[in-house]
């Protein structure tokens, strides 16, 4: 795992991506469960909130964890980790459980993706009413790392 910093905050300089006016941000979770979907919406929030217009990419750096926008309803979380669990079961002879025991969460990540683009309107996140953006642990618990980049327009 990388460094522990404060659960909000700027990136490093080193960790910063070239653009024209980027202004970045980072976010650390600690998650609870071996799977499970948390909701990171008004975190993004806050780290946008000084943005007029433009787009902020919300991008795990791991390899056993995905970042959706969906419904922050119980039943359906509760659906998402169904879906998953049925499309790429635990245990099913894969070669990295060999070494690591953890195929079915690297493999579960890759159908997620690891980010989203998020567009940014007159200071809000132009979500939809019913859309919010979820870090999900498929091997958890642990302490996560997710980065909010932000390109201002205008
Ligand atoms: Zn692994």
């Not at 300089?13 to 990171?40: A, Y």
């Not at 790429?88 to 980010?115: C, F, M, Q, T």
């Not at 979820?134 to 205008?154: A, C, M, Q, S, W």
Request: proline residues 4%.
């Amino acid at each position: 795992m990388g460094r522990v910093k404060g659960t909000v905050g700027s990136l490093a300089r080193d960790q910063q991506v070239e653009g024209s006016n980027p202004s970045d941000g980072f976010m650390q979770i600690q998650t609870s469960k071996e799977t499970e979907l948390v909701d990171i919406t008004e975190r993004v929030r806050e780290l946008i909130k000084d943005v007029k217009d433009g787009f902020c990419i919300v991008f795990s750096k791991h390899t056993t964890t995905g970042i959706i926008i969906n419904e922050n309803e119980p039943r359906l979380k509760a659906d998402i980790l169904t879906m998953l669990d049925e499309i790429v079961p635990k245990g099913k002879g894969y070669r990295h459980d060999e070494i690591d025991s953890n195929a079915h969460s690297h493999l579960r990540s890759i159908l997620l993706g690891p980010g989203i683009v998020v567009p940014i309107e007159n200071g809000s996140l132009a979500l939809g009413a019913w859309q919010s953006i979820f870090l999900v642990e498929l091997d958890g618990p642990r302490r996560r790392t997710v980065n909010v980049n932000i390109v201002k327009e205008g």
